[in-house]
């Protein structure tokens, strides 16, 4: 083990120990103040005013919860049931906020044990793990797994927002001729069919690789709030569409089939998958202590989002629900723009998705040649990584299928599996009750049952759809 400095970068690996799970858009764009002289054990770690005030903080966290999975509840409520699907949210919500709680419960404990300023994801597993002495030798894979499961779940975010873009804009095109001013009674006769929504990606392909080639995220700061405003409004008026067309009778089974609640879970886990912006958000606090009561209410928040939108989009549109509540959306002008608005958000957000893979792949390889030729190369990883997604997105263009897949392969191990773990580590030396240690072990075992069933259901239904559009598969590169 590394001597007890206040280097943030100490630990086997220096990319690695530099950029890993806790990674997000809030590091980029609001950079950590400089470390106070000699170790700090207090809570407040950072401290002092240069520090996140409260409001910001919980801004930043329902910044980093709410995405592309707000608008797939929908769909997820109707896998489950109109019943069960929203007692599920709720089950998931609290849940998903113990296991938050609980990362930050263990990374503080051990980087006040290692007199160490501030710990990360991987840190806090590696480090967990070298307080079981069997576990030791082995503590580096636990920084390499959470790794791995970061990139698997950042560039699935990826081809979600591929698929996402693809969707909205190709249904904006092929409405575009019988468009009306008359939101309230759609009043489009035909749509023009236009190219395969797969196309439509290979010409979002050259736009996304410029924005990615943006190193320096500060420089996509203002794009970015305009993004988040865009966002917000686009909310406002899917909430407003919904509230106000909600059908007088509502026939809607109450709980779903017992083979589409794999689509649920992992359509919900994907949504909740905000864990990897907690602990970098706590440690940017001004008051740390009072981090708990804003992940109680921005999870609250976040949590009473997911349920209404769910419930009452699935109540709106019924049966016919899509993949992303914006694909129902009537064929007027204002929800048009909302599409667009909402596409848009996407767009900048996929560089913010985008750069943690990038930091833990780029520096190594860029490391092992001459200077002359360390921009090239740091390009040229850049543009075969979002090649790489835009090839995924294209063998799987379902958003339904593509959000559940993602969220049933790696949510489930950072958002549920690993914290419940992470603690009995933490801990097991120090008089963790039994109850702990089995209702750890409960939640951990729900996560992965979600993710073998989740990503097996996922898997199936993905080669089902394909298997029945064989036929149309000739039409890819014709105009439909």
């Known amino acids: 083990m590394t001597s007890n400095t206040d280097n943030r970068q100490d630990g086997p690996g220096p990319v690695l120990s530099r950029i890993s799970a806790s990674t997000s858009e809030e590091d980029v764009l609001c950079p950590t103040p400089p470390l106070p002289p000699g170790p700090d054990s207090q809570y407040e770690r950072i401290g002092g005013q240069t520090g996140t005030s409260f409001l910001q903080t919980l801004i930043h966290l329902l910044k980093g919860n709410i995405g592309t999975g707000l608008l797939g509840l929908p769909l997820a409520v109707r896998n489950a049931g109109l019943v069960l699907g929203p007692l599920s949210l709720f089950a998931m919500g609290i849940i998903a906020v113990h296991c938050m709680n609980l ?98 990606m290979l010409c979002f392909l050259p736009a996304v690789i410029l924005l990615v080639f943006t190193r320096n995220l500060k420089y996509l700061a203002p794009l970015s709030l305009a993004a988040n405003l865009a966002m917000c409004a686009s909310l406002v008026l899917i909430y407003f569409f919904c509230f106000t067309n909600i059908p007088n009778r509502i026939s809607l089974p109450k709980v779903g089939h017992a083979k589409d609640y794999p689509l649920f879970f992992g359509t919900a886990i994907f949504a909740f998958e905000g864990i990897g912006v907690v602990l970098p958000l706590e440690n940017k606090m001004q008051k740390p202590q009072s981090f708990n009561m804003v992940l109680y209410l921005g999870m609250g928040i976040v949590t009473f989002l997911y349920i209404s939108l769910g419930t009452i989009g699935y109540i709106t549109f019924g049966e016919a629900i899509g993949g992303s509540v914006t694909l129902n959306l009537p064929n007027c002008w204002m929800y048009q723009i909302v599409k667009l608005l909402y596409c848009f958000g996407i767009y900048i957000t996929f560089a913010l998705q985008f750069y943690v893979p990038a930091e833990i792949l780029i520096p190594p390889a860029v490391s092992r040649v001459s200077e002359r030729w360390k921009l090239p190369v740091d390009l040229l990883i850049r543009t075969a990584l979002v090649f790489f997604t835009c090839v995924l997105a294209i063998l799987i263009p379902q958003l339904d299928l593509v959000i559940s897949l993602v969220g049933s392969i790696s949510s489930s191990f950072l958002a549920l599996i690993f914290p419940p773990l992470l603690q009995i580590l933490t801990y097991h030396n120090e008089g963790l009750s039994p109850w702990v240690i089995v209702k750890n072990t409960l939640i951990s075992v729900i996560g992965f049952i979600g993710f073998i069933t989740g990503t097996y259901i996922s898997i199936t239904e993905i080669i089902k759809r394909n298997g029945r559009h064989d036929n149309l598969d000739v039409t890819f590169f014709q105009v439909q």
């Open 103 to 200: 990362l930050v419960m263990c990374s503080h404990h051990l980087s006040v044990k290692l007199n160490k300023p501030f710990l990360d994801y991987g840190d806090a597993v590696q480090y967990g793990m070298e307080n079981v002495s069997w576990l030791r030798r082995y503590s580096i894979w636990g920084r390499r797994i959470v790794n791995v499961f970061l990139i698997t779940t950042q560039l699935g975010f990826c081809c979600v927002y591929f698929v996402f873009l693809s969707d909205n804009v190709k249904q904006v095109v092929e409405a575009s001729n019988g468009t009306t001013m008359n939101c309230h009674n759609n009043q489009t006769a035909v749509t023009v069919p236009s190219f395969d929504s797969r196309l439509y």
